[in-house]
């Protein structure tokens, strides 16, 4: 499975998920300070749209399961008590909330990398957290030496 990280829901912010699962009343959340009220929320994929997935940084432990260690250093945590910690003013230092994910059947992806459908490149915390959506694309791009501008829209063998 995979997240997208660069594609925001326009119309949905933070608080709209948390009054949506009954994590504080209209009044309590127009409280909240902005940067946790506005936090954005991102179109994780097409598979199980409203289903939430916190990819965050990995200084935070939360108690129980439901946190799994992703490559590059980062943690996905899809269980409620994540939201609740984020809504309090704690939780993760970084943190991106998506609603849904992209799935591939076993051996999909890899056959779909083999045939040079897929770019890939390290998920670095700084490019995840720290890039506005618009420049997340380009900075992978950048980070592996290819400019977009030599890209191709078929794909092929040298």
């Known amino acids: 499975m995979g997240l997208v990280v660069n594609q925001s829901v326009d119309d949905m ?5 948390l009054e949506e699962l009954k994590l504080g009343d209209k009044d309590e959340l127009i ?3 902005d940067t946790i009220r506005n936090r954005q929320v ?9 289903r939430g997935f916190v990819l965050h940084s990995s ?8 946190t799994m260690q992703v ?3 980062l943690e996905m945590t899809a269980t409620i008590n994540v939201l609740e910690a984020l809504a309090a003013g704690g939780g993760p230092g970084k943190a991106l ?11 999909q992806l890899e056959d779909e990398i083999l045939a040079n459908g897929w770019l890939t490149c390290e998920a670095a915390p700084d490019l995840v ?8 694309w ?8 290819v400019d977009s501008l030599t890209l191709s829209s078929a794909a092929g063998r040298a």
Request: charged fraction near 25%.
């Open 13 to 17: 912010r933070f608080a709209d998920i």
């Open 97 to 107: 909330l998506a609603l849904g994910y992209s799935g591939w059947g076993p051996g």
């Open 129 to 136: 957290f720290s890039s506005r959506d618009g420049e997340k």
């Open 31 to 33: 409280r909240l300070p």
């Open 59 to 66: 200084d935070w432990r939360p108690l129980g399961e439901g």
């Open 42 to 50: 991102l179109r994780g994929g097409p598979v199980q749209k409203s």
């Open 138 to 145: 380009s900075g992978a791009l950048k980070s592996i030496g």
């Open 71 to 73: 490559p590059g250093g």
